[in-house]
C-alpha cells in the first residue's frame, strides 16, 4: 500500500531555519513521481512547492527564496529545506504525491481543489516572533 510520511516539523523563532522530509513506501517508480509541499493553516490549504519527477521546480511566492524543495530518489525521499521562517508559515506541513506532465501542472491542481492522489498524515510547524 503506497503511503507517505513526514517528519522534522517542530517550533522555531522568527528567523529560524527547519528541514521536512517525507518519506514514500511502497512506490515502484518513485522517481516518476512528482511530488508537492502543501501547507494548511486553518482552513486555507496552499500548495508551497512541487518538483516534477524531471526535478523542474515550482515555488508560490509566499515562499520563494527562502524554501528549497528537493528529492532523493534513492532514499525514496522528499525534502523541503526551510529558512527565515516568519510566524505566517505556522501551520500542518502535508507532502503530497501524484504523476503529473510538468511541474506547473500538480500546482494548478493544488490551487484549483483537485488532486494530487497520495497524501502524507502531515507535520505541524510552529513560528514564534
Known amino acids: 500500500l503506497v503511503s507517505l510520511v513526514e517528519s522534522g516539523g517542530g517550533s522555531v523563532q522568527e528567523g529560524g531555519s527547519l528541514k521536512l522530509s517525507c518519506t514514500g513506501h511502497d512506490f515502484l517508480t518513485f522517481s516518476s513521481f512528482s511530488f508537492a509541499w502543501v501547507r494548511q493553516a486553518d482552513k486555507a490549504r496552499e500548495g508551497i512547492a512541487v518538483i516534477h519527477s524531471s526535478g523542474n521546480t515550482v515555488y508560490s511566492d509566499s515562499v520563494k527564496g527562502r524554501f528549497t524543495i528537493s528529492r532523493d530518489n534513492a532514499k525514496n525521499t522528499l525534502y523541503l529545506e526551510m529558512n527565515n521562517l516568519k510566524p505566517e508559515d505556522t501551520g500542518m506541513y502535508y507532502c503530497?504525491?501524484?504523476?503529473?506532465?510538468?511541474?506547473?501542472?500538480?500546482?494548478?491542481?493544488?490551487?484549483?481543489?483537485?488532486?494530487?492522489?497520495?497524501w502524507g498524515p502531515g507535520t505541524q510547524v510552529t513560528v514564534s516572533s
Open positions: 503530497a504525491a501524484d504523476t503529473y506532465a510538468r511541474a506547473k501542472s500538480m500546482m494548478a491542481d493544488l490551487e484549483s481543489g483537485r488532486g494530487p492522489e497520495y
